[in-house]
């Protein structure tokens, strides 16, 4: 047996049972290069037609890692059968400053006569930990030995008098840290309400910890949000949500609190460089299934009948520049791929193209074929899975291999996801046919309210079917970049990403859904999250619902509280 003691701690023992017969070699390693610390090993057996097991040994080892990476021991196991080995390792190192290799521990178990107990066998742990949703705590440091903090987000939150709100996704371990900058202004904010949560083994949300603390409080201490259970290792994401209650002061408040989001970096490692979307668009999808395509099909709203949609981005230049243009640009075809990420019934050819300003983007990881024969047509094939890396847009002039590939397929063999890629490609099949313009969307950012009415509350409006709006008046938009300036002037800010991502699911066809989840198209932002079950099974399916049941457009607000 060979096996990575992961769940063992100072306190707790990683146990697993094996059976082995014979002469046993027992070896404890750890691979790290410049963690150390040593380990308690206990050995218990059990015989055949018995229930108890019986010590066989306890020994407390030197410092296990760097230039002395491993213990072992050899020793003659009772009787001539087959026993029950129970292996239990405490690591006084904890895991070392990450909880994952290479500073946990591994045991390697060789039994001479047992065939059953081999280098690669593995044994099985009868304690197995229970799930762990995880716990807050204050701290002064950070909670592992050794471990190196690496800043991931920085920012500063200025709220308004009354309400505000910060979502932000990040990648981590086991630990996040949260690190207050207290403001030194008497009437300052000073009540901050801090909700954690992962992403679980089922890809969904689950909460570790809801704290309110006060920010003037916290000089020289840490927020520590940790979890004992941890899938996906240090590329766990998280979703941190502040929220506060405006100023300690009376009318007249001002200043901000300067907040910083923290995680455990590997010290073997170097610093990484982290972007403001260093969890990817996965993050904002939430359903157990994503990423699987089950039960492609053809929906009813215009979204699910094309292969390409047009877009253009209409800005007014005395606010937004062209190079803050582009980066709409970015933030909108992000939202398409988390859009098309999230979608378990849609079709393979379904958003494969997108024209923003004239200019084509396309998914070369989904435009593979599979050539077809007698018996089957040529048609997309696309691995997706939940640990498959997303495909992202890439500029296309339309020569590249795989559209002429894709255009070069004859008609009589071709299916039909091909063939509507064709018809929007114009070429094969289409070459030279006035066929129907891919649907459109447009997408203003102006400083002004909105079509939905002339309210501060409103973000962002969907119109009608084709024109969505950002209020650049009353809100300032954060973009993914923080070392972007925000766009606009407005005294709230949000994030672009949130709000387009929001707008875009309008276009597929979904209008708001207030049901107490998590769906990202809450009508407020203060109850919007991401793409859950009941949105992913929303998109493409329904007609577009544009308008709301008294037949006005679709309005995004910031918070439910007027």
């Known amino acids: 047996m060979r096996d990575t003691f992961g769940d063992a701690t100072a306190t707790i023992a990683d146990t697993r049972d094996i059976e082995v017969s014979g002469l046993i070699r027992v070896e404890v390693s750890r691979r790290s290069r410049t963690f150390k610390a040593p380990a308690v090993l206990k050995l218990r057996v059990k015989s055949v037609g018995t229930d108890k097991f019986v010590d066989l040994c306890t020994v407390r080892t030197g ?31 904890s895991g070392g400053p990450t909880g994952n290799a290479p500073y946990t521990l591994e045991v390697e178990v060789a039994s001479s006569n047992s065939p059953r107990a081999g280098r690669f066998g593995r044994g099985t742990n009868p304690n197995p930990p ?155 999808v939430c359903h157990g299934t994503s ?9 009813v709203g215009v979204f699910a009948q094309s292969a390409m949609l047009r877009a253009e981005v209409l800005v007014d230049t005395d606010v ?44 070369p990881q989904a ?32 020569q590249e291999q795989g559209i002429q590939s894709i255009c070069l397929v004859p008609e009589k063999t071709a ?27 447009r997408l203003t950012l102006r400083p002004k309210r909105t079509a939905c009415g002339d309210d501060p509350n409103i973000v962002a409006c969907e119109a009608d079917y084709e024109l969505i709006e950002l209020n650049l008046l009353d809100y300032s938009f954060r973009l993914l970049d923080e070392n972007t300036p925000p766009i606009g002037k407005g005294k709230r800010t949000v994030d672009l990403f949130h709000v387009v991502l929001h ?21 407020t932002m203060d109850t919007s999250r991401c793409i859950d079950s009941v949105t992913a099974d929303a998109i493409g399916a329904s007609p577009t619902a544009t308008k709301t049941s008294d037949g006005r457009p679709l309005a995004f607000r910031f918070t439910s509280r007027q």
């Not at 990423?291 to 929906?299: E, F, I, V």
């Not at 640009?329 to 019934?345: D, F, I, P, S």
């Not at 091909?418 to 046919?433: E, K, S």
């Open 63 to 93: 410092d296990i890692g760097g230039q002395s990476n491993q213990y072992w021991l050899a020793r003659g196991l009772p009787g001539t059968g087959p026993v029950t080995l129970r292996v239990e390792v405490i690591d006084l190192g």
């Open 503 to 523: 707008e875009v699911g309008h276009w597929l066809g979904i209008g708001h859904i207030d049901n107490g989840g998590d769906s990202v198209m809450a009508s």
């Open 320 to 363: 937004v520049s062209t190079a803050i243009q582009r980066k709409v640009v970015e933030h909108l075809l992000r939202a398409l791929e988390t859009w098309r990420n999230g979608c378990r019934q849609c079709r393979v050819e379904n958003l494969l193209f997108v024209e923003v300003n004239a200019q084509m983007y396309w998914l």
């Open 291 to 299: 990423g699987r395509r089950t039960m492609p099909q053809t929906g």
């Open 415 to 441: 299916s039909d996801g091909i063939l509507a890629a064709q018809r929007m490609l114009r070429c094969g099949a289409f070459a030279g046919v006035n066929s129907k313009p891919a649907p459109k969307m």
């Open 130 to 284: 229970t799930a762990d949703k995880g716990h807050c705590e204050l701290v002064t440091g950070p909670k592992r030995p050794q471990a190196r903090l690496e800043v991931v987000r920085s920012m500063v939150v200025a709220p308004e008098s009354r309400e505000w709100l910060r979502l932000e996704y990040i990648t981590a371990g086991r630990n996040v840290y949260l690190q207050f900058e207290p403001p030194t202004e008497s009437k300052a904010p000073a009540t901050v309400t801090v909700k954690l949560l992962r992403k679980g083994s089922n890809f969904a949300f689950e909460s570790s910890c809801t704290q309110t603390l006060d920010a003037r409080q916290l000089k020289g201490r840490m927020l520590l949000g940790t979890s004992g259970q941890v899938f996906g290792g240090l590329g766990q994401v998280w979703r941190v949500e502040l929220s506060g209650s405006g100023y300690a002061g009376a009318q007249g408040a001002r200043g901000s609190i300067g907040v910083k989001l923290l995680r455990e970096a590997d010290p073997e490692a170097a610093l990484s460089a982290s972007s403001n979307f260093d969890a990817g668009a996965s993050a904002y």
């Open 367 to 398: 435009a593979t074929m599979q050539k077809g024969d007698e018996k089957h047509k040529s048609d997309f094939f696309e691995v997706r899975g939940q640990r498959v890396p997303q495909g992202v847009y890439e500029k296309a002039s339309g």
